[in-house]
Protein backbone atom coordinates (compact mmCIF):
# COMPACT_ATOMS: atom_id res chain seq x y z
CA UNK A 1 0.00 0.00 0.00
CA UNK A 2 1.28 3.36 -1.19
CA UNK A 3 -0.09 6.81 0.83
CA UNK A 4 -0.10 9.97 -0.48
CA UNK A 5 0.01 13.22 1.39
CA UNK A 6 -0.44 16.53 -0.37
CA UNK A 7 0.11 19.33 1.97
CA UNK A 8 0.28 23.68 1.45
CA UNK A 9 -2.77 24.82 0.20
CA UNK A 10 -4.61 27.21 1.25
CA UNK A 11 -5.70 31.13 0.80
CA UNK A 12 -3.87 33.63 -1.34
CA UNK A 13 -4.21 36.63 -3.11
CA UNK A 14 -4.35 36.98 -7.27
CA UNK A 15 -1.11 37.28 -7.94
CA UNK A 16 0.54 35.83 -5.21
CA UNK A 17 2.49 32.58 -5.16
CA UNK A 18 2.09 28.81 -3.16
CA UNK A 19 4.20 25.79 -3.47
CA UNK A 20 2.50 22.49 -2.56
CA UNK A 21 4.21 19.40 -1.32
CA UNK A 22 3.82 15.94 -1.99
CA UNK A 23 5.27 12.51 -0.22
CA UNK A 24 4.28 9.10 -0.80
CA UNK A 25 5.17 6.76 1.39
CA UNK A 26 4.51 3.02 2.24
CA UNK A 27 5.29 0.31 -0.17
CA UNK A 28 7.65 2.59 -2.04
CA UNK A 29 10.15 0.43 -3.46
CA UNK A 30 10.15 1.92 -6.73
CA UNK A 31 11.00 6.01 -7.14
CA UNK A 32 7.10 6.69 -9.44
CA UNK A 33 6.79 9.53 -11.77
CA UNK A 34 4.59 11.84 -10.33
CA UNK A 35 1.80 14.13 -11.37
CA UNK A 36 -0.29 17.00 -9.79
CA UNK A 37 -4.02 17.68 -10.96
CA UNK A 38 -6.79 19.63 -9.94
CA UNK A 39 -10.37 19.92 -9.97
CA UNK A 40 -12.62 23.03 -9.37
CA UNK A 41 -16.15 22.59 -8.51
CA UNK A 42 -18.67 20.64 -11.18
CA UNK A 43 -15.42 20.26 -12.97
CA UNK A 44 -13.47 17.52 -14.38
CA UNK A 45 -10.26 16.44 -12.65
CA UNK A 46 -7.68 17.89 -14.45
CA UNK A 47 -4.12 17.71 -15.66
CA UNK A 48 -1.26 20.27 -14.22
CA UNK A 49 1.98 18.93 -14.21
CA UNK A 50 4.04 15.62 -14.07
CA UNK A 51 7.28 14.68 -12.97
CA UNK A 52 9.15 11.43 -14.18
CA UNK A 53 10.88 9.29 -11.56
CA UNK A 54 14.37 11.10 -12.95
CA UNK A 55 13.28 14.50 -12.58
CA UNK A 56 14.97 15.06 -15.95
CA UNK A 57 11.82 14.94 -17.89
CA UNK A 58 8.41 17.43 -17.08
CA UNK A 59 5.04 18.07 -18.61
CA UNK A 60 2.90 21.38 -18.32
CA UNK A 61 -0.49 22.05 -18.93
CA UNK A 62 -0.79 25.10 -21.15
CA UNK A 63 -3.09 26.79 -18.02
CA UNK A 64 -0.06 27.06 -16.11
CA UNK A 65 3.19 26.97 -18.23
CA UNK A 66 5.34 29.45 -17.64
CA UNK A 67 4.06 29.74 -13.85
CA UNK A 68 4.11 26.56 -12.46
CA UNK A 69 7.26 24.63 -12.17
CA UNK A 70 7.47 21.12 -10.20
CA UNK A 71 10.38 19.21 -9.02
CA UNK A 72 11.57 16.08 -6.96
CA UNK A 73 12.74 17.09 -3.32
CA UNK A 74 15.89 14.62 -1.94
CA UNK A 75 13.75 12.47 -0.10
CA UNK A 76 12.60 9.55 -2.30
CA UNK A 77 9.13 10.17 -4.08
CA UNK A 78 8.74 13.43 -2.81
CA UNK A 79 7.46 16.54 -4.99
CA UNK A 80 6.72 20.06 -4.99
CA UNK A 81 4.66 22.12 -7.28
CA UNK A 82 5.34 25.68 -7.36
CA UNK A 83 2.88 28.40 -8.57
CA UNK A 84 3.31 31.70 -9.08
CA UNK A 85 0.90 34.65 -10.52
CA UNK A 86 -2.11 33.16 -9.25
CA UNK A 87 -5.32 34.14 -10.54
CA UNK A 88 -8.89 32.73 -9.38
CA UNK A 89 -9.11 30.49 -12.09
CA UNK A 90 -6.65 28.69 -10.00
CA UNK A 91 -8.81 28.07 -7.44
CA UNK A 92 -9.55 24.05 -6.72
CA UNK A 93 -8.77 20.99 -4.59
CA UNK A 94 -5.26 20.31 -5.99
CA UNK A 95 -4.34 16.27 -5.86
CA UNK A 96 -1.32 14.59 -6.22
CA UNK A 97 -0.74 11.06 -7.61
CA UNK A 98 1.95 8.61 -8.24
CA UNK A 99 2.39 5.94 -10.67
CA UNK A 100 2.90 7.62 -13.97
CA UNK A 101 3.58 11.20 -16.05
CA UNK A 102 0.64 11.03 -18.16
CA UNK A 103 -1.56 14.05 -18.30
CA UNK A 104 -4.48 11.34 -17.97
CA UNK A 105 -5.81 10.50 -14.93
CA UNK A 106 -6.36 6.92 -15.13
CA UNK A 107 -2.70 6.61 -15.70
CA UNK A 108 -1.99 7.13 -12.36
CA UNK A 109 -1.99 4.82 -9.40
CA UNK A 110 -1.99 6.01 -5.94
CA UNK A 111 -4.19 9.58 -5.48
CA UNK A 112 -3.78 12.03 -2.41
CA UNK A 113 -6.70 13.44 -0.70
CA UNK A 114 -6.71 16.58 -2.16
CA UNK A 115 -5.69 20.19 -1.06
CA UNK A 116 -7.51 23.39 -1.10
CA UNK A 117 -5.98 26.05 -2.88
CA UNK A 118 -8.46 29.24 -3.02
CA UNK A 119 -6.92 32.75 -4.33
CA UNK A 120 -9.12 35.57 -3.74
CA UNK A 121 -9.52 38.83 -6.16
Known amino acids: QVNVVESGGGLVQAGGSLRLSCAAS????????MGWFRQAPGKERDFVAAINWSGKNTYYADSVKGRATISRGNARNTVYLQMNRLNVEDTAVYYCAAGSASVRPAEYRYWGQGTQVTVSS
Open 26 to 33: GRTGSTYS
